[in-house]
């Protein structure tokens, strides 16, 4: 994969789901800058008020802590 010169930003989103209709939202957002040569320079991260209630989403992933299964 070729670079730029001044390397490269890796965008990441973290939603509610995919289906707007069902208001899925986006709830998280970050991004990672990358040199040339790989090695990581900055981070950013940041939530996002998805405006609306979001109990139902964190019980059903996995990864949340404290969801009963």
Not at 5 to 29: F, K, N, Q, S
Not at 35 to 44: N, Q
């Amino acid at each position: 994969m070729a670079t730029a010169p001044h390397g490269y930003a890796v965008i990441d989103t973290e939603t509610t789901g995919l289906r707007p209709a069902w208001h899925d939202r986006i709830i998280e957002m970050g991004v990672v800058h990358l040199d040339a040569y790989g090695e990581i320079t900055r981070e950013w991260v940041t939530l996002v008020n998805p405006g609306r209630d979001l109990w139902a989403w964190t019980c059903r992933s996995r990864r949340r802590p404290g969801c009963a299964r």
